[in-house]
T-cell receptor, first 116, second 114 residues
Framework: ETGVTQTPRHLVMGMTNKKSLKCEQH?????MYWYKQSAKKPLELMFV???????ENNSVPSRFSPECPNSSHLFLHLHTLQPEDSALYLC???????????????FGAGSRLTVL | SQELEQSPQSLIVQEGKNLTINCTSSKTLYGLYWYKQKYGEGLIFLMM?????EEKSHEKITAKLDEKKQQSSLHITASQPSHAGIYLC??????????????FGQGTRLTINP
């Protein structure tokens, strides 16, 4: 248990479905992230939220819609996805503004998404 | 943009042997992070290096950042089955409003044979 909880752990959806991934952190961090991990590709950063404001949107298609209602919760809303969107979606959190400049991310266990 | 190249992409070693994984950056590194991932799970933080020439150890794992801060190595001594997994290096980049983000290499898959 890392302090970052993702639900569901596994999700199968059709291309016309609407679903959401949820992430909750219990570490008191002020930044949260969504990463996508596909087979044989490096981890891809999708979104960054710092102090509940989105500060990075890495050219992600609009069928992925993030929401950060407070510093402890992060959602990824999914709509009309494509089979190539099947991947492991990882949420992470960190404490920004450390005097050392360090930014250690704590990751959740991931949500394995399959789009049929 | 920052690119990280890890080598090798996969590695199979006999239990008890030593091994090294390398991470090379296209730009100067201002923070280099090593993570380990079990298949299908999240990443677990191992170590962070910031200064040129810095070296850190945790149990049987040692990580180094070279003087020019463009390459890092991860060395495991006397490998054990528990060391098996995917090792990823990450580099810190600054985004808007002072927030940072990590970009990662493609990972090295380590298998330990008993």
């Amino acid at each position: 248990e890392t302090g970052v909880t993702q639900t569901p752990r596994h999700l199968v959806m059709g291309m016309t479905n609407k679903k959401s991934l949820k992430c909750e952190q219990h570490l008191g961090h002020n930044a949260m992230y969504w990463y996508k991990q596909s087979a044989k590709k490096p981890l891809e950063l999708m979104f960054v939220y710092s102090l509940e404001e989105r500060v990075e949107n890495n050219s992600v298609p609009s069928r992925f819609s993030p929401e950060c209602p407070n510093s402890s919760h992060l959602f990824l809303h999914l709509h009309t996805l494509q089979p190539e969107d099947s991947a492991l979606y990882l949420c992470a959190s960190s404490q920004e503004g450390q005097a050392s400049g360090a930014n250690v991310l704590t990751f959740g266990a991931g949500s394995r998404l399959t789009v049929l | 943009s920052q690119e990280l190249e890890q080598s090798p992409q996969s590695l199979i070693v006999q239990e008890g042997k030593n091994l090294t994984i390398n991470c090379t950056s296209s730009k100067t590194l201002y923070g280099l992070y090593w993570y380990k991932q079990k298949y299908g799970e999240g990443l677990i933080f191992l170590m962070m290096l910031q200064k040129g020439g810095e070296e850190k150890s945790h149990e049987k794992i040692t990580a180094k950042l070279d003087e020019k801060k463009q390459q890092s190595s991860l060395h495991i001594t006397a490998s054990q089955p528990s060391h098996a997994g995917i090792y990823l290096c990450g580099a810190a980049l600054r985004v808007n409003q002072g927030a940072q983000k990590l970009v990662f290499g493609q990972g090295t898959r380590l298998t330990i044979n008993p």
